[in-house]
């Protein structure tokens, strides 16, 4: 250790969240994941400077003045994971009604809990897709301020659906309640106007719904909301101000709208169909499917107050999107992962890894699609998502080999965001 660091701790510690390490640090494991090759390097040796990778080299570790030595003895290093569907002001106990018991505010504070949970489990980038008064916005502003340690977030602000939609609209309520959700925009200059509000908030993206929801009351997961045209006024209004967009969609004609419209990435894609797969193929757009949340839902859903029609819409889902995301992925659909984690708990996000292996990816291809594919359908690639010079120091660390057990990374028991070290066991 640097003595410097004690030196800055009495001044500095109350800024710095995690360990204060030297300003280089060098890092060394028995193994790494080349997440792009999907090979295990032997004896890595990560140079990291301000937070930043510079050099990523095998073998012996450097001398460098004044840097602090990290060895990971045992160990394998791979980039941290980014889940790009997760719901961090949600928890996995309040589902259905109990759900109408937490106020924005409440659930804020929840969502600090989670940011945590969510970072200690190895997911150093999350996207969140919808959260209440922009919670999620003050959430990722304390995390980049270290107020409060958590994944680096990605936000959409309240998501943006139709009247009675499964974004936005509450439709628990009788009508004597006159309860209208956040962002219920009808009709294409509605729903730019609400793209327009999300952005003057601070979101990152945008959120919307093109078909019903599992969780929602009194919607279809087969029918679609939203026109092709209300879904395009939307889009283009979101990328013309550099946002992307992500749109819920489960039913085979709300996916088709939502890539014809041009978003970015399809949420849960569960019933899309040969024109679906096309679309997606030709438009570069990524498919994030969350195919582990079914077992959840199915298994300790009603408990957790989930609505018994909401069960029965999950037996419509669940195999079908499993089979749907086998047979995208073998056609060549570019594929992320997004877990929804908040319906199910927080921090066991990487559990869906194993199901994206027993539906048809290889252990390599469900690892890039929680690292180098999501950073790229973030437009991040470079930054986060690999070990490589000018990268951000976002790696975790886990015992064994991922690329033999992907269930290995249920596991994580390092983790460095931008060089700071949040958890080391
Ligand atoms: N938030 C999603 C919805 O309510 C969850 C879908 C979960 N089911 C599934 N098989 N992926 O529609």
């Not at 009194?218 to 550099?242: C, D, I, N």
Request: charged share 20%; proline share 4%; with cysteine.
């Amino acid at each position: 250790m640097k003595p410097v660091c004690l030196a800055l701790a009495s001044t500095a510690l109350a800024l710095v969240p995690a360990a204060a390490l030297a300003d280089t640090v060098v890092l060394t494991a028995d193994a790494m994941v080349d997440v792009e090759r999907g090979e295990i390097v032997a004896d890595p040796v990560v140079t990291i400077i301000d937070g930043i990778i510079t050099d990523v080299a095998t073998g012996e570790a450097p001398q460098i003045d004044g840097a602090d030595y990290i060895d990971l003895a045992g160990k394998t290093i791979l980039p941290g994971l980014i889940d790009m569907h997760v719901h961090l002001t949600s928890d996995s106990d309040l589902h259905g009604y109990k759900r109408l018991s937490v106020s924005d505010e409440a659930a804020t504070i929840t969502g600090v809990v989670n940011a945590k949970t969510t970072l200690m489990a190895g997911f150093t980038t999350v996207r969140n897709v919808g959260a209440g008064s922009f919670g999620d916005v003050a959430l990722r502003d304390a995390i980049n301020e270290g107020d409060i340690p958590g994944p680096r977030m990605l936000v959409s602000g309240p998501p943006i659906g139709i009247t009675g939609g499964h974004c936005s609209d509450n439709n628990l309520l009788p009508p004597e309640y006159e309860a209208s959700g956040e962002n219920v925009a009808d009709g294409p200059w509605a729903a730019r106007s609400a793209v327009r509000k999300n952005r003057k908030y601070g979101v990152d993206l945008i959120k919307t719904c093109s078909t019903g929801g599992v969780l929602s009351k009194g919607t279809k997961v087969g029918a679609p909301q939203y026109t092709v045209e209300e879904l395009t006024a939307l889009t283009e209004e979101a990328h013309s101000h550099g946002l992307k967009v992500a749109s819920h969609a489960h039913g085979s004609e709300g996916i088709v709208n939502a890539l014809k419209a041009g978003v970015d990435t399809v949420e849960h894609a569960s019933f899309i169909d040969d024109e679906g797969i096309r679309l997606a193929k030709e438009s570069g757009a990524y498919l994030s499917m969350d195919i582990y949340v079914t077992e959840f839902i199915l298994g300790e859903g009603e408990a957790a107050g989930i609505l018994p029609e909401s069960l029965e819409k999950e037996r419509l889902v669940g195999q079908t999107q499993r089979d749907n995301f086998r047979k995208a992925h073998d056609a060549g659909v570019k594929m992320v992962m997004g877990t929804d984690a908040g319906v199910y708990p927080h921090g066991d996000n990487a559990r869906q890894l194993s199901r994206m292996v027993q539906f048809g990816m290889t252990s390599a291809e469900a690892v890039r699609a929680a690292t180098l594919n999501a950073a790229d359908a973030l437009g991040l690639s470079g930054t986060v998502g690999i070990i490589a010079p000018q990268a951000s120091a976002d790696i975790v660390a886990v015992d064994g080999n991922p690329l033999a057990d992907i269930s290995t990374l249920e596991t994580v028991t390092f983790v460095m965001k931008r060089g700071e070290v949040f958890k080391s066991e």
